[in-house]
Protein backbone atom coordinates (compact mmCIF):
# COMPACT_ATOMS: atom_id res chain seq x y z
CA UNK A 1 0.00 0.00 0.00
CA UNK A 2 2.91 2.47 1.03
CA UNK A 3 4.91 1.46 -2.06
CA UNK A 4 2.07 2.24 -4.49
CA UNK A 5 -0.91 5.03 -3.66
CA UNK A 6 0.99 5.92 -0.46
CA UNK A 7 3.64 7.55 -3.09
CA UNK A 8 1.30 8.87 -5.54
CA UNK A 9 1.81 12.81 -5.25
CA UNK A 10 -1.52 13.87 -6.60
CA UNK A 11 -0.51 17.33 -7.24
CA UNK A 12 2.69 16.56 -9.39
CA UNK A 13 1.15 13.81 -11.15
CA UNK A 14 -1.24 16.32 -12.24
CA UNK A 15 -4.30 14.03 -11.08
CA UNK A 16 -7.51 15.29 -10.61
CA UNK A 17 -10.43 14.20 -8.13
CA UNK A 18 -10.07 13.39 -4.47
CA UNK A 19 -7.46 11.86 -3.90
CA UNK A 20 -8.90 9.52 -1.60
CA UNK A 21 -8.39 5.50 -1.93
CA UNK A 22 -11.36 4.75 -1.87
CA UNK A 23 -14.95 5.94 -0.82
CA UNK A 24 -15.84 2.13 1.02
CA UNK A 25 -14.25 1.74 4.22
CA UNK A 26 -14.65 -2.25 3.89
CA UNK A 27 -12.43 -2.13 1.11
CA UNK A 28 -9.77 -0.77 3.21
CA UNK A 29 -10.21 -3.56 6.20
CA UNK A 30 -9.44 -5.26 3.18
CA UNK A 31 -5.49 -4.49 3.77
CA UNK A 32 -5.59 -5.30 7.32
CA UNK A 33 -5.59 -3.44 10.66
CA UNK A 34 -8.77 -2.00 11.99
CA UNK A 35 -10.26 1.27 12.33
CA UNK A 36 -10.44 3.38 15.88
CA UNK A 37 -12.90 6.28 16.19
CA UNK A 38 -12.78 9.08 18.65
CA UNK A 39 -14.98 12.47 19.93
CA UNK A 40 -13.58 15.66 18.44
CA UNK A 41 -15.26 19.11 19.74
CA UNK A 42 -15.14 22.23 17.78
CA UNK A 43 -10.88 23.63 18.23
CA UNK A 44 -9.50 20.14 18.37
CA UNK A 45 -6.82 19.21 16.77
CA UNK A 46 -5.49 15.89 15.73
CA UNK A 47 -1.89 15.06 14.63
CA UNK A 48 -0.79 11.90 12.49
CA UNK A 49 1.72 10.40 9.98
CA UNK A 50 1.64 11.12 5.96
CA UNK A 51 1.11 6.71 6.64
CA UNK A 52 -1.97 6.91 8.64
CA UNK A 53 -5.22 6.11 6.52
CA UNK A 54 -7.77 8.50 7.79
CA UNK A 55 -11.56 9.69 7.22
CA UNK A 56 -14.25 10.97 8.72
CA UNK A 57 -18.13 10.61 8.40
CA UNK A 58 -20.33 12.80 5.96
CA UNK A 59 -21.27 16.46 7.30
CA UNK A 60 -25.20 16.07 7.32
CA UNK A 61 -25.20 19.65 8.90
CA UNK A 62 -25.39 23.26 7.16
CA UNK A 63 -22.28 24.19 8.42
CA UNK A 64 -18.40 24.49 7.15
CA UNK A 65 -16.32 21.24 8.24
CA UNK A 66 -12.40 22.27 7.85
CA UNK A 67 -9.25 20.81 7.62
CA UNK A 68 -5.81 21.77 7.46
CA UNK A 69 -2.75 20.22 6.16
CA UNK A 70 0.74 21.66 7.55
CA UNK A 71 3.46 19.59 6.28
CA UNK A 72 7.49 20.14 6.73
CA UNK A 73 10.04 19.58 4.26
CA UNK A 74 13.61 20.31 3.81
CA UNK A 75 13.96 23.47 2.12
CA UNK A 76 16.38 21.35 -0.57
CA UNK A 77 13.45 19.45 -1.57
CA UNK A 78 12.71 19.25 -5.04
CA UNK A 79 9.36 19.86 -4.04
CA UNK A 80 9.63 23.16 -2.65
CA UNK A 81 7.43 25.72 -3.68
CA UNK A 82 9.03 28.00 -6.11
CA UNK A 83 9.98 24.47 -7.99
CA UNK A 84 6.30 23.39 -7.60
CA UNK A 85 4.98 23.00 -11.39
CA UNK A 86 1.76 20.80 -10.16
CA UNK A 87 -1.82 21.00 -10.73
CA UNK A 88 -2.41 23.24 -7.17
CA UNK A 89 0.33 25.34 -7.89
CA UNK A 90 -0.80 26.06 -11.63
CA UNK A 91 -4.23 26.02 -10.90
CA UNK A 92 -5.11 27.29 -7.87
CA UNK A 93 -6.57 30.79 -8.93
CA UNK A 94 -8.89 28.93 -11.27
CA UNK A 95 -12.30 29.00 -8.77
CA UNK A 96 -13.79 25.99 -11.30
CA UNK A 97 -10.86 23.94 -10.17
CA UNK A 98 -10.53 25.65 -6.59
CA UNK A 99 -13.98 27.01 -5.53
CA UNK A 100 -13.43 29.78 -2.91
CA UNK A 101 -16.85 28.78 -1.30
CA UNK A 102 -19.39 26.23 -0.63
CA UNK A 103 -21.86 27.77 -2.87
CA UNK A 104 -19.38 27.86 -6.04
CA UNK A 105 -18.22 23.79 -5.12
Known amino acids: ?44 VVFFTMHTVHGSTCNCTERWRLSLDFRVQAESSSSAPEANTGRWSRMRHDPSEFPRTMERA
Open 1 to 44: FRETYGKLDLDEADIGGTGWYTEDPEEVLMLGGRFETAEFQQGD
